[in-house]
């Protein structure tokens, strides 16, 4: 018999096994091969093979985009002539931005000077019955939530003036003739639907050293002269034509060229670096982000300022000075709630033979576009590949446990089953040894035995 030491040490080293219990539940039995059935199939399936589970990812490359306008447009109107318009002219800022406006229609005030002048009627609250109707040294500044924000076209000086032989309006300082608020009903360099457009776009993922563009590698150096994105044909063509890419945002291009709109284009990178790169293309995307439309005001009778005034869209706004409890009869305009168009103004100075500044201001509408380039790139690596496996390993483990707790609690024979996989053990009761008891019985005198 060994000493107890001995057996310490030796339970140190035994190894232990849990016992299995095989139950004939068939009911349990399905649920779990089914569940197993489905970690395993989400696991290979989704997270290793559709989602590249085994790969490392980086997510925040380095981005370039140089852009590059091309065409030329020719109008003829009174107040500029025979003018031709080329890159320098239409596309607004400078080339090579991911960000730039392309100029579709403008509105030309041609020799302004600064003098007085009465305001336009177009302009809110411009219209006048009396002086008081213009306070001197105000410059009309109003708005209506965030939607527009409309002023004076310079300094009211008190008086009000006749502008023409139907609109008296209050008199301003400032650059004169003031701009007229009539716009084509025509786009008036509707040959921009023509252009095209070059986006030349590098994208580098830093964490695989790895760099791309999309300017196609060829022999040929006609070749961008002649291609033309199209998403079946030359799905991978950077030179866009305007109009094509209009139509694909969702709009018309002549109903953005007279007032002006927004078109984001996206260029998304998706690249799977296992296979060399050979694939990494860019995918492009576009999206007509925004519309405009003119803002019209009406003048109403003083008499009945709410006669034209009709139930359903668009929603009238009424505009009047502030400090005003209620919109002076003589200032009664009803606005529709509409948005404001895409321009900006640009003017061109000079001096006169007199010694007066002069200029001529043009007020441009336009189509925004808008780049964004976004991108991804995955390459094989054991640690996202182990806590892959080790994810459904997990889901596996958490199957069996979930079986049991329904074997256990919630199958009709929960009981035996619960008796048959733990076992009660009790200690046995400690009861005396024949080697302890015998000397007990043993006569007291040893002279009285017989020998």
Same mark, same amino acid.
């Given at each position: ?38 970690? !395993? ?23 370039? &985009?140089?852009? #590059? ?17 080329? !890159?320098?002219?239409? /596309? ?8 730039? %406006?392309? /100029?579709?229609?403008?509105? /030309? ?23 008081? =109707? ?9 708005? +209506? ?6 002023? %004076? ?31 084509? !009903?025509?786009? @008036? ?8 457009? %070059?986006?030349?776009?590098? &994208? ?7 760099? #791309?563009?999309?300017? @196609? ?11 033309? *994105? ?8 950077? !030179? ?58 009406? +003048? ?5 300022? +709410? ?11 009424? @505009? ?25 103004? $640009? ?19 336009? &189509? ?30 958490? &199957?069996?446990?979930?079986? =049991?707790? @329904?074997?256990? *609690? ?6 035996? *089953? ?18 302890? $008891? ?14």
């Amino acid at each position: 018999m060994g000493s107890p030491g001995a057996s310490a040490g030796w339970g140190l080293l035994d190894y232990k096994t849990e016992k299995y219990v095989m139950t004939r539940n068939w009911r349990v039995g399905v649920l779990q091969r089914l569940l197993q059935l489905g970690v !395993v199939v989400y696991v290979v399936g989704w997270a290793l093979l559709a989602k590249k589970g085994y790969q490392e990812k980086d997510l925040d490359p380095q981005i370039s &985009i140089i852009t #590059k306008l091309k065409g030329v447009s020719v109008t003829q109107i009174k107040e500029l002539g025979n003018r031709l318009w080329d !890159v320098a002219d239409f /596309v607004k800022p400078a080339q090579g931005e991911n960000v730039f %406006f392309l /100029v579709t229609n403008f509105l /030309v005030t041609p020799e302004q000077v600064q003098g007085r002048c009465p305001e336009h009627p177009s302009i809110p609250l411009a219209t006048c019955w009396a002086h008081e =109707d213009c306070p001197e040294g105000e410059t009309g500044t109003h708005s +209506h939530g965030l939607e527009f924000v409309l002023c %004076f076209q310079g300094i009211k000086t008190g008086q009000c003036v006749t502008f023409n032989g139907t609109h008296r309006t209050c008199e301003i300082q400032g650059w004169c003739p003031v701009e007229s608020g009539t716009v084509p !009903v025509k786009p @008036l360099l509707l040959q921009a639907e023509n252009f095209t457009l %070059f986006i030349k776009n590098t &994208i580098t993922f830093s964490k695989f050293n790895f760099s #791309k563009s999309n300017d @196609l590698q060829t022999w040929d150096k006609t070749y961008f002269q002649r291609c033309r *994105y199209d998403p079946l044909s030359s799905p991978f063509c950077p !030179v866009f034509r305007i109009g094509d890419l209009v139509a694909a945002a969702g709009g018309v291009f002549e109903d953005l060229a007279l007032l002006g709109g927004a078109i984001g284009i996206q260029v998304l990178w998706d690249c799977n670096l296992d296979t060399g790169g050979s694939d990494c293309q860019p995918h492009y995307s576009f999206q007509l982000q925004e519309r405009s439309y003119n803002f019209r005001c009406h +003048h109403h009778s003083p008499q009945s300022p +709410h006669a034209a005034l009709q139930p359903g869209p668009p929603s009238p706004v009424f @505009l009047w000075r502030s400090g005003q409890t209620h919109p002076s009869p003589a200032l009664w305009m009803l606005c529709s709630a509409t948005r404001l168009s895409f321009s900006h103004r $640009t003017a061109t100075h000079w001096w006169e033979a007199s010694g007066v500044e002069a200029r001529s201001l043009l007020k441009l509408y336009g &189509i925004r576009f808008d780049i964004l380039v976004t991108g991804q790139a995955g390459k094989f690596g054991l640690i996202p590949t182990i806590i892959t496996l080790g994810t459904g390993a997990a889901w596996l483990g958490m &199957i069996t446990l979930f079986c =049991d707790l @329904l074997l256990l *609690y919630v199958d009709g024979e929960a009981h035996f *089953y619960w008796t048959t996989k733990y076992e009660e053990a009790k200690a046995p009761k400690v009861t005396a040894s024949p080697e302890q $008891t015998e000397p007990a019985l043993a006569p007291s005198n040893p002279a009285a035995q017989v020998p």
